[in-house]
């Protein structure tokens, strides 16, 4: 696309003056330094330098401020003149800090994105700049958004604010021009930074230099995987070094770099490939933090295949945490992990929770995870997540399946809460009641499916109160059924002897079949009543041999103890049992 730039200086006179153009120039510091003189040789009282981008192909011209200053470029009350200013920077040098290439990154991701540029790369070339103010308003934007975020938390006019925020960054930018006229950059080929690094180690601007060699280094590489793996070279060649403040300026140099780069979505996605869904995507992270070799995360590109390795020796902590505070923050987003099914969400989730349990620790708290895993539960038990997940399943049986299902993968008290109000009606439903107690399939099969359900209830994270109805609830329909099929009645009457009648209602006991509370308590009055009868402990001893033949001589005192022991698992107290059994 062909572009032509020319810088316009315009000046103004008088307090109420307005602008007028005084001079064009094709240079952008002949344009400053004309301003500038007009300001001190007292010619104006207000000056500005817009820069005109004129598109050849669409005909457009693309409108920048570069420059602005004066005596009346606003009105501003006396009282306030000599407010400091509410700027998060004061100089030049403080926009090369952690915290403002943080939030600058932040402001221009999409534009680093199509670039495919980190921060520190952006403010240390004068081409990256050059294409940067030539968008206009994503510039401008940057500037408007933190001006009216330190605006909220003074008395300074967000007008002021822009105008000093202007000023520095023209100035930032003006250096950045200056130092790549001058060659203040050197051109550094690989292998030679190591040298360099030795040669800054104890110069104050010794980083700022060594950031604009890496940055111009990187400047022909063709994508983010050939610039990741530029940077792993660094590292590599500042691991080969002494110990020392050469080494460590380089390596963390290096390091930052490679943490601006995992930190934006566009890279990461490129690096990773194609994946079905955000879960394979951030399973593939997960891979990465935890350090996995390139055979386990296969997907990846060379580049990420080789920062795992460094991964994997606990080095570059700077990298790793910006893999770390990535995986938080897919976590926290409301993009679902895989959107076309609810169960593969939740399979995904507790993947993803399993391995994260191993990686918790300097990079990853653990109460971190947990506020992270409890958000996106959240979002899994709205009223909208639920009803859709529903929706196909018509059987309340089911229903009650798929909902624990659900609890057995998201975690917090409220989510748990929210989720057994969804259980409560479908349990204490007509249907669900009129399905165990009229269908066609065997009674035995309905008692323990109602067990196991009261099973997976008592196992849940539900609230003691919600737990005991729901525990109730099922029981009394467990009951109802026994009651209508007399089904314990039809064991006393199939079985031919009281020992034989309570072996087979003691089975039911203690392998779950049948739900705690008033159906359990009568089933073991059935076995009760068939100890006290005359003769059982002799009966039980010759089942027992006949069972265990002579292998396993019985007597019965062994007897009595095997039988107490089968008791107390099903509910009987020993107590009860001494009391009860019959010689």
């Known amino acids: 696309m062909a572009r032509e730039i020319h810088f316009e200086v315009f000046k103004r006179q008088g307090a109420k003056g307005g602008w007028t153009m005084h001079d064009v120039s094709g240079n952008r510091d002949g344009a400053m330094r004309m301003a500038e003189a007009l300001m001190k040789e007292g010619e104006a009282t207000g000056v500005k330098v817009v820069k005109e981008t004129y598109d050849c192909d669409t005909g457009d011209y693309l409108t920048l401020k570069i420059f602005e200053d004066g005596h009346n470029q606003m009105k501003v009350e006396p009282a306030a003149e000599d407010v400091p200013h509410a700027l998060p920077c004061f100089k030049p040098d403080d926009l090369y800090s952690y915290h403002a290439r943080a939030t600058l990154a932040r402001l221009l991701a999409e534009f680093l994105a199509r670039q495919k540029l980190t921060i520190t790369e952006l403010i240390h070339r004068a081409d990256a700049l050059e294409k940067l103010e030539a968008t206009g308003t994503v510039y401008q934007h940057a500037v408007q958004k933190i001006a009216v975020a330190q605006a909220s938390s003074t008395t300074t ?23 790549e006229k001058r060659g203040y950059f050197p051109h550094v080929t690989a292998g030679g930074f190591a040298k360099l690094a030795r040669k ?24 983010w995987d050939e610039k990741l793996l530029r940077l792993l070279a660094l ?23 490679v943490s601006e780069i995992l930190n ?4 990461l996605h ?4 194609q994946t079905d869904n955000l879960g394979d995507a951030m399973m593939n992270l997960v891979q990465l933090f935890l350090g996995k070799t390139p055979e386990e995360n296969a997907k990846s590109g060379a580049g990420l295949s080789a920062l795992a390795k460094h991964f994997a020796a606990d080095e570059m902590a700077d990298a790793r945490t910006a893999i770390a505070s990535r995986i938080m923050a897919e976590l926290k987003s409301v993009k679902r992990l895989c959107p076309d099914s609810l169960v593969d969400e939740l399979k995904m989730l507790r993947a993803i929770a399993n391995k994260l349990v191993l990686g918790q620790g300097k990079y990853l708290s653990h109460e971190d995870l947990i506020a992270a895993f409890t958000l996106r539960s959240k979002r899994l038990v709205t009223h909208e997540s639920i009803s859709t997940f529903l929706s196909n399943v018509s059987d309340p049986d089911a229903k009650i399946d798929h909902l624990l299902i659900v609890e057995e993968n998201i975690i917090g008290i409220e989510n748990k809460r929210h989720l ?19 269908a066609k399939t065997p009674v035995l099969s309905r008692l323990q499916r109602l067990a196991e359900l009261q099973a997976r209830v008592k196992r849940a994270g539900f609230q003691d109160t919600e737990k005991r109805e729901l525990c109730e609830t099922l029981d009394d329909i467990a009951s109802e059924l026994e009651t209508r099929s007399k089904f314990l009645e039809s064991i006393e009457t199939r079985q031919t002897s009281h020992v034989d009648k309570a072996i087979a209602v003691l089975r039911l006991c203690t392998t779950g079949s049948l739900t705690d509370g008033a159906l359990s308590q009568r089933a073991r009055d ?40 089968t008791l107390e698992r099903a509910g009987i107290t020993s107590e009860t049992g001494l009391k009860n059994i019959a010689a």
Not at 162 to 177: E, F, H, M
Not at 235 to 257: N, R, T, Y
Not at 270 to 273: D, F, S
């Open 157 to 179: 006019p967000v007008q002021q604010i822009i105008k000093s925020l202007n000023d520095l960054t023209t100035k930032a930018i003006q250096r950045i021009y200056r130092d």
């Open 200 to 223: 800054l180690a104890s110069e104050s601007d010794g980083a700022y230099i060594l950031n604009g060699a890496i940055a111009k280094h990187l400047s022909d590489a063709k994508g």
């Open 235 to 257: 590292i590599k060649e500042a691991q080969g070094m002494k110990a020392d403040a050469a080494q460590a300026l380089l390596l963390k140099s290096a390091d930052a770099m």
């Open 264 to 267: 934006g979505a566009a890279a």
């Open 270 to 273: 490129e690096m990773i490939g």
């Open 420 to 438: 057994a109000a969804f259980i409560q009606p479908i349990i204490t439903g007509s249907a669900f009641e009129q399905h165990f107690l009229f």
């Open 526 to 565: 059935v076995v009760v009543r068939q100890l006290a009868t005359p003769g059982f402990l002799t009966g039980y001893t010759a089942h027992l041999k006949k069972i265990k033949g002579d292998a396993a001589p019985q007597t019965p005192d062994t007897a009595m103890t095997e039988l107490i022991i």
